[in-house]
């Protein structure tokens, strides 16, 4: 199906592709911009792809030492370094290859030169670095984007017009384009630079299905990683075809194979042959709601009875603070729920036992612990109790151990980054409640086959691979040279572990970043407003059976009492929760997501779920009150014109600038109904993020929002919201169909809105 080596093992898979050679392209290192004019070939054709079978091996032999060598050469060239051309072809069996093998000793040995460097040394180098990338940048992506939208329009008709070994040369350039740049991060500091974000290659979500992933989870990959390349051709390297779970079923918009249906849902067996019967009596039932209405959490141990007509004792205590107990968190879809009884089958608690005690000495057995399905009563009232003591329960615990069944497929040979990859891409991570046992635990443990990991324990192994690699890729290198002495080993191997470690692999800071946020990224939070950022990002792409979970779940991670939110109406909730904050992210007026219909509160959305509500990148903060979201944006009054309020409801409107050549153009983007007839007696206007000249010569694309003034008090316009809008510069010409035009009047950069 394609050229590049795609087998099912990522432990460090390099790209390989077939090296096209032609001497007449060879990279001349003259600049990169110029090289196709130079070896006569046009950029607009190269993104049109009108080339024959015959072509395509000359074509992709310039595009070759154009996007791969020629990114080599003024990336890390222009940076100080030497590149050997032949450090990047692999010769195998009279045949040539493009080979990314020891990429990772460059991007290392470029970390170590560069921070040894003063703050101004690194500013000019990132600003020369920056000035090169970028236009590499722009080139490769603009052909990706066009190959993209070319392969999308045959796919429709008439099959694959891109050949496959387009494709992975194509791969390889983006991939090094997304090494390159990460390694940039680690030249010049993470805080001070921001990332490169290249074109997703379209056949990796193919790719990915073939591997077994979840269309859900592709959907998102661009959102979820900044290095979505790399990223998603490692995942298309692990194997998911045999995991107990059929994702055949899911859509781009849902994964259907980790939703619950309470009326078909079955509890399962260790093994699907196994007739063990339920383990928890109802006397032990009895005890757990005893225990949750005092305000206990009960815990569970479990011994073999010498009784062999039962198959295990099931004891239930109620710890005090100093009392040890380990809480399960799970992902329900893999069986281990139980919507009929609270109760378990025989095998799987004795193998919950097993697993618990395993996470300690063997003198410190049975070890209590706590699982929902057990110990969050079936019955409303207990049930009830027993919700609003989860964030006790979680942070109370000794250790918090993870169990997802597409983890425990995986053995203990996985290296660091494929461990810490399996659990950034795990249906755990993808579930709301999963999301706050997680963030809320003390120590977190995930299963895998025949061990339990942790974060520390990864790094460790990560520290222990850095190394051993490290002495690889020396050895590697000086074997090409045929150079094997000692000192200029120890010296190569000193230069390569100095300092920043972690410059050649963005997989695996893609995947720390996604622990990150579940273990560490809400306790930093300084106030209500960057915690609610942190929170929105972090659980945006997460889902929940049950849509009521989603107001308990942000309740106990805003720091507010559970208690207060169940006590209100299920539509009153949100409102609450947004209402008791402090501060928000002034931005969030500005998502388009549905909102609460009740005036004075329709910055509010109903859901964080399923999508971004921090839609802008500005710092600023905002102050909700009983009469709207006080924020400070630029904005427009509007002046209609008469054909206005018979047009359409989401026909663009026209603005005028005060250069009569140029348009401004407000299309809508969300769908209304609303008349605009019924605007005729109100005063409408436009808040928006930034502009750069508020004499409306210039002005970019911004998110917008169309509202109507209620009431001016001093300085203050308050305002209802109607509609989310794009505000963008036109070209000159004549009015688009179906659109109507109106005048504006700027108002001042600092204006004060209260917006509901």
Not at 102 to 116: D, F, K, V
Not at 167 to 177: K, Q, Y
Not at 316 to 337: C, E, F, K, N, T
Not at 570 to 585: A, G, N, T
């Amino acid at each position: 199906m394609d050229h590049i080596s795609r087998p099912r093992n990522p432990s460090r898979q390099p790209i390989q592709v077939p090296y096209l050679a032609v001497d007449k392209y060879k990279y001349d290192g003259l600049g990169f911009s110029g090289f196709p004019e130079r070896k006569g070939f046009s950029v607009e054709n190269l993104k049109s792809a009108r080339f024959v079978e015959d072509e395509w091996n000359d074509v992709l032999s310039f595009f070759q030492e154009w996007g791969f060598f020629g990114m080599l050469t003024e990336v890390l060239g222009g940076s100080g370094l030497v590149v050997e051309i032949e450090d990047f072809i692999h010769k195998t069996d009279g045949q040539q290859f493009i080979t990314t093998q020891l990429l990772p000793y460059y991007l290392r040995l470029w970390a170590s030169r560069e921070s040894a460097l003063s703050t101004e040394a690194k500013e000019e180098c990132l600003n020369h670095t920056d000035r090169r990338l970028a236009g590499i940048h722009r080139c490769i992506n603009g052909i990706a984007y066009s190959w993209g939208s070319l392969e999308a329009e045959h796919t429709a008709s008439a099959g694959s017009h891109i050949p496959s070994i387009a494709r992975d040369t194509l791969l390889s350039i983006m991939v090094l384009g997304e090494s390159l740049s990460y390694g940039r991060y680690h030249c010049y500091g993470i805080g001070i630079v921001r990332p490169f974000v290249w074109t997703r290659c379209w056949f990796l979500d193919e790719w990915m299905l073939d591997a077994g992933w979840c269309r859900y989870e592709i959907a998102r990959m661009e959102d979820k990683f900044i290095h979505h390349n790399a990223c998603s051709y490692y995942l298309s390297l692990l194997d998911r075809t045999q995991v107990d779970k059929d994702h055949r079923s899911c859509t781009w918009e849902d994964c259907l194979a980790d939703q619950v249906d309470i009326k078909t849902y079955q509890t399962r067996h260790i093994q699907t042959s196994c007739t063990c019967g339920d383990a928890v009596e109802d006397s032990v039932a009895q005890q757990v709601r005893l225990a949750v209405s005092e305000q206990h959490t009960p815990t569970l141990t479990i011994s073999t009875c010498k009784d062999k007509m039962a198959a295990c004792e099931i004891k239930v205590s109620r710890p005090g603070r100093q009392v040890r107990y380990v809480a399960i968190s799970h992902v329900w879809s893999d069986g281990l729920g139980n919507n009929q009884r609270n109760s378990l089958p025989f095998c799987q608690l004795l193998r919950l036992q097993t697993l618990v005690d395993n996470l300690y000495e063997s003198d410190d057995r049975p070890v209590p612990f706590w699982i929902d399905t057990i110990c969050v009563p079936l019955e409303p009232l207990e049930r009830k109790a027993a919700i609003t003591m989860l964030k006790q329960t979680y942070e109370e615990a000794d250790k918090v151990l993870v169990l997802d069944s597409t983890l425990q497929e995986v053995t203990d040979e996985a290296k660091s980054t494929e461990t810490l990859m399996r659990i950034a891409s795990s249906s755990w991570v993808r579930r709301l409640w999963t999301y706050q046992e997680g963030a809320l635990s003390r120590s977190l443990h995930f299963q895998f086959d025949n061990q339990a990991v942790t974060y520390a324990s990864i790094s460790q192994q990560r520290r222990r691979e850095i190394l051993d690699h490290a002495k690889l890729l020396v050895a590697s290198h000086r074997k090409r040279r045929r150079n094997l002495d000692l000192d200029g080993l120890k010296c190569e191997l000193k230069a390569l572990l100095h300092n920043l470690s972690e410059a050649e692999d963005p997989i695996f800071f893609e995947a720390d970043r996604q622990i990150y946020e579940v273990r560490d990224k809400l306790r930093v939070a300084e106030d209500d407003c960057t915690l609610l950022i942190s929170l929105c990002e972090s659980i945006k792409w997460r889902t929940t059976s049950k849509p009521e979970d989603e107001f308990i779940c942000l309740a106990t991670l805003l720091g507010r009492n559970i208690k207060d939110v169940m006590a209100r109406p299920y539509e009153e909730r949100m409102k609450w929760l947004f209402s008791s904050l402090s501060s928000v992210p002034a931005c969030i007026i500005f998502h388009d997501r549905p909102r609460i219909r009740e005036i004075c509160y329709q910055w509010i959305p109903r859901s964080i779920l399923n999508s971004s509500i921090i839609t802008g990148g500005d710092a600023q903060t905002a102050i909700p009150s009983p009469d709207g979201l006080r924020v400070t944006y630029p904005g427009l009054l509007l002046h209609p014109n008469p054909d206005f309020y018979d047009s359409e409801p989401n026909s663009p409107i026209c603005l005028e600038g005060n250069n009569q050549s140029r348009l401004y153009t407000i299309h809508v983007t969300k769908e209304s109904s609303v008349p605009r007839k019924s605007y005729r007696n109100f005063q409408l206007a436009m808040i928006f993020e930034d502009y750069s000249d508020r004499s409306m010569e210039y002005v970019p694309k911004v998110q917008a929002l169309l509202v109507v003034i209620t009431k001016h008090e001093s300085s203050i316009i308050f305002a209802r919201i109607e509609l989310p809008v794009l505000f963008e510069r036109t070209t000159a010409g004549p009015t688009p169909a179906h659109a109507c035009r109106a005048s504006a009047q700027a108002l001042p950069q600092n204006q004060v809105w209260c917006v509901g």
